[in-house]
Antibody
Framework: EVQLLESGGGLAQPGGSLRLSCAAS????????MSWVRQAPGKGLEWVST????????YYADSVRGRFTISRDNSKNTLYLQMNSLRAEDTAVYYC????????????WGQGTLVTVSS | DVLMTQSPLSLPVTLGQPASISCRSS???????????LTWFQQRPGQSPRRLIY???NRDSGVPDRFSGSGSGTDFTLKISRVEAEDVGVYYC?????????FGQGTKVEIK
């Protein structure tokens, strides 16, 4: 059974940092691209970032480029999102999502982790 | 960026009746490999999103066959042949053809 378990969310001050993790199990993690998608309170879904199966290529939304870094450790079956220079508008539930094919994202999702940016 | 426009944004439906959601993209979603990448997600209240349809019309495993996807180019549709109570939630289309990937605004399906 595929499982994705996010952690690392919490309260951060504006300008601060957080690192999210997504522990994967039930599939060959190193064979699939992975993504982060966020959802601000009461709002819709927003794609944040995607990383290829090897980690060799990464992609970002304009809203986070230069502040967030996606990475993965295939030996630990874990996906990461390093979030720096946090802003109030980064407040959201962050989901990790597995891709089937590279351009077939979201066949499995985690339960999400809440990030709140506030002073 | 590719703008994804869904309509309607709110869809009250009678149980057992059909429902249809439109999704239009500001650019063609045909990729260089010849495939069209358009995905539909369902998000039930309080839950994580769930993928229903990928590559326009391919239903995910475990998705009831009352859900179907169709369309081409820039014009796509998700249909529910007979709405059931468990179908209540918000439905999103998403395009992974062009960077950045973009979602529609979401369509809230509720029971009349």
């Amino acid at each position: 059974e595929v499982q994705l378990l996010e952690s690392g969310g919490g309260l951060a001050q504006p300008g601060g940092s957080l690192r999210l993790s997504c522990a994967a199990s039930g599939f060959t993690f190193s064979s699939y691209a992975m993504s982060w998608v966020r959802q601000a309170p009461g709002k819709g879904l927003e794609w944040v970032s995607t990383i290829t199966f090897s980690g060799g290529s990464t992609y970002y939304a304009d809203s986070v480029r230069g502040r967030f870094t996606i990475s993965r450790d295939n030996s630990k079956n874990t996906l990461y999102l390093q979030m720096n220079s946090l802003r109030a508008e980064d407040t959201a539930v962050y989901y990790c999502a597995k891709s089937g094919g590279f351009k077939d994202p979201g066949d499995y999702w985690g339960q999400g982790t809440l990030v709140t940016v506030s002073s | 960026d590719v703008l994804m426009t869904q309509s309607p944004l709110s869809l009250p439906v009678t149980l057992g009746q059909p429902a249809s959601i439109s999704c239009r993209s500001s650019q063609s979603l045909v990729y260089s490999d010849g495939n069209t990448y358009l995905t539909w997600f369902q998000q039930r209240p309080g839950q994580s999103p769930r993928r229903l349809i990928y590559k326009v019309s391919n239903r995910d495993s475990g998705v009831p066959d009352r859900f179907s996807g169709s369309g081409s180019g820039t014009d796509f549709t998700l249909k529910i042949s007979r709405v059931e109570a468990e179908d209540v939630g918000v439905y999103y289309c998403m395009q992974p053809t062009h960077w950045p990937w973009t979602f529609g605004q979401g369509t809230k399906v509720e029971i009349k």
